[in-house]
């Protein structure tokens, strides 16, 4: 009896050491699979935002030292004469992003409204969704050979309306599938709380849900007005560029990526002076605004609204 009950203590007490030392084993483990994991995580960040801070801190460094009144303030100076400005392709860059986006921004929201609430399933929305992500990946060259054939051709001018219509266009498929995932993320318990209010469905969509997912919408507009603030390719065969100030829609117009494209492949010291000197501007503009309207969504006004 004693010696049985003396085996079956020494063999309680190796179990609970193999137990001890597999917890500790496997707490080691978890503790390099964390640590791996994290440092893989910071190492893939750091990956994707290096080449955005090189890229930045080479504007800084070649196109500051051109910053000053005149670049915007003035139009670009006769060729081989030194000085000049860009405030003709400042100005002409907001016309064509505002046209844009008043054409882009409502229609991707409605088509995202759509897919998410009323279309779901449906042969139809299947098509939208398609057709949304194909405009995604066609080349933004092809958007502005179609604006030119649409627009341009026919009216026989290019245009500051015939560019917002390709970078518009451009903006849609963003906006659309962006605006339609958002709306998927609200909880459809809302939806019910709202119909069994008696609230009519149309109302209910625009007031609670687009309410509830107005950051993340807000969100996916900024990401497409970042996309076309950028092109070139479009405007070549649309706005086509402006030595002047232009807001006429019926003239062509100029723009930051345009006058850029066309002074960097200049043979002039001074024109690769103020390309890198506006595409910094370009730069800078297009993270100011984004920053700002990430600002608002998230501590802001529409954070508190939503």
């Known amino acids: 009896m004693g010696g049985h009950a003396r085996g079956s203590g020494e063999d309680g007490l190796r179990t609970m050491a193999s137990q001890l030392k597999s917890s500790t084993t496997n707490r080691r483990w978890r503790w390099f699979a964390n640590h791996m994991a994290t440092a893989a995580a910071v190492g893939a960040t750091i990956l994707v935002i290096a080449p955005l801070v090189a890229i930045f801190l080479d504007l800084v460094y070649k ?8 670049f915007f303030t003035k139009t670009p100076a006769p060729v081989g004469e030194m000085g000049g400005g860009m405030v003709n392709a400042i100005v002409g860059s907001g016309v064509l ?45 092809v958007m502005g050979i179609a604006a030119y054939s649409l627009i341009v051709a026919p009216e026989k001018t290019f245009s500051a309306f015939a560019g917002g219509v390709a970078l518009g266009i451009m903006m849609i498929p963003t906006v659309a599938r962006t605006t339609e995932e958002m709306l998927l993320m609200v909880p459809h318990s ?8 008696g609230v009519p469905n149309w109302r209910s969509v625009l007031s609670i849900t687009l309410k509830t997912a107005l950051p993340g919408v807000i969100t996916g507009c900024m990401l497409a ?3 076309v603030a950028g092109e070139t390719a479009p405007l070549l065969f649309t706005a086509f560029g402006n030595p002047f100030v232009s807001t006429a829609l019926n003239q ?11 002074y960097a492949l200049s043979p002039y010291d001074e ?6 000197a506006g595409s910094l501007v370009l730069i800078v503009l297009i993270v100011v ?6 600002f608002v969504t998230t501590r802001g006004v529409l954070k508190g609204a939503s």
């Open 97 to 141: 992003l505002m046209l844009a986006s008043a054409m882009g921004v409502p229609v991707g929201i409605a088509a995202g409204i759509y897919l998410s609430e009323f279309g779901r399933g449906t042969k139809l929305s299947n098509l939208v969704r398609f057709t949304a992500d194909v405009l995604n990946g066609v080349p933004s060259i």
């Open 63 to 70: 196109g500051a030292s051109s910053l000053n009144l005149d």
């Open 252 to 262: 062509p117009i100029e723009a930051l990526p345009l006058q850029i494209y066309v």
């Open 271 to 276: 024109w690769h002076r103020l390309a890198w």
């Open 225 to 227: 007005f970042a996309r």
């Open 289 to 294: 605004a984004v920053a700002l309207v990430r």
């Open 190 to 197: 809302i939806r019910e709380a709202a119909l069994g209010l």
